[in-house]
């Protein structure tokens, strides 16, 4: 280990690495003793429902009991998707990558950089200390700078233009990164490792769902499940041109989207005529959504908080730049709002 960590807390600290799994295997906490302990069945309902909830996990039982947190972790996770909610699932995985994170950030022992190499390792992510790819001014332009390859980059890097990679340095196929970047990408790829943990074992999600009470399982999803959303009809004429079409399906999926896309869908609906009301049932599938913050959010956009400016529909060479356009300017206008106008023009001709 080069965290400076037992095994016992690395694991329950990040209980959905292979390296945890199989610690927990090891030590006999395996599926059938977590289904017979009510304690500990228990824990795993509390942790989800926490999780759920976006609320902090606390850590004290890593220190404690973290065998038990741990195996309650991944108990959390299979209960879950025993839902057959993807909603539940992608809220779960959503807040446990973000408590994966803070837990990088904050938490004594794992502040080394070897120790967070050795986490990108187990989620497969090679990576190095930058000043072995690049040494000199390159590698000390940031602080504890890291270096991960260009295929990690592209995977896990988040949809957005500051992550663009003709943005970052890259030196023979390695992205430099400042350690609060390296830590964010680690985020997105174990938000990925928490989903794909379901996908390996569906026997075990199976096992689950028979053993448990249904009505936990109906009160989960009617609590934290997708609601349906329904696309009234607008003021404007004509379809959704593809990008927005693209986001409102995103959304209505329940898939989370970069800042760039909330942006670009709150303007585009304020202009359809959606109010914010409207606007912010639309994000409540969202895995991240927190309703205080979108409804500001939404306000501000519309002009109706902050600075009072209402913010017009980006273009579609800005879409395009953002990664959010599907036809790369296919479509032959300059904005998105022009769309509809467009088609519906063609088919009265």
């Known amino acids: 280990m080069t965290c400076d960590i037992s095994l016992r807390e690395f694991a329950c600290y990040f209980p959905f690495l292979n390296k945890s799994a199989s610690y927990l295997q090891k030590r006999g906490y395996l599926l059938d003793v977590a289904l017979s302990d009510k304690k500990l069945l228990e824990k795993a309902v509390e942790r989800l429902k926490r999780a759920l909830a976006h609320e902090r996990i606390a850590l004290r039982p890593c220190i404690d009991s973290p065998e038990e947190a741990a195996a309650a972790a991944r108990l959390a996770l299979y209960i879950a998707a025993a839902t057959r909610n993807t909603h539940v699932l992608r809220r779960f995985a959503d807040s446990e990558s973000k408590n994966f994170k803070d837990i990088l950030e904050k938490t004594p022992g794992i502040q080394s950089p070897e120790c967070k190499l050795e986490i990108a390792r187990d989620l497969g992510i090679v990576t190095r200390q930058a000043q072995e790819v690049a040494p000199g001014l390159l590698s000390v332009a940031y602080k504890m700078p890291m270096a991960v390859r260009w295929t990690a980059y592209v995977r896990y890097a988040p949809q957005d233009p500051y992550w663009a990679m003709i943005n970052r340095p890259v030196v023979k196929g390695w992205v430099i990164l400042p350690i609060e970047d ?118 501000h956009i519309a002009g109706q908080a902050g600075g009072r400016k209402q913010y017009s529909v980006p273009s579609c060479e800005t879409m395009n730049s953002w990664g959010l356009c599907p036809t790369n300017l296919g479509c032959g206008i300059r904005n998105p709002v022009v769309y509809g106008r467009r088609v519906a023009a063609r088919k009265s001709s």
């Open 182 to 299: 390296f830590e964010r990408l680690l985020e997105e790829a174990y938000e990925e490792r928490i989903v794909r943990t379901v996908s390996e074992n569906e026997l075990a999600v199976g096992r689950v769902a028979a053993s448990l009470d249904p009505a936990l399982l109906d009160e989960l999803v009617k609590q934290y499940g997708q609601r349906p959303v329904r696309v009234e009809a607008r003021a404007m004429p004509g379809p959704d041109p593809p990008c927005m079409r693209a986001l409102i399906d995103a959304l209505k999926a329940g898939e989370n989207l970069p800042h760039t896309g909330r942006f670009a869908i709150t303007t585009y609906l304020l202009h359809r005529g959606w109010d914010v009301e409207q606007i912010v049932d639309l994000f409540r599938n969202a895995p991240d959504f927190n309703e205080k913050i979108t409804r500001y959010q939404v306000q």
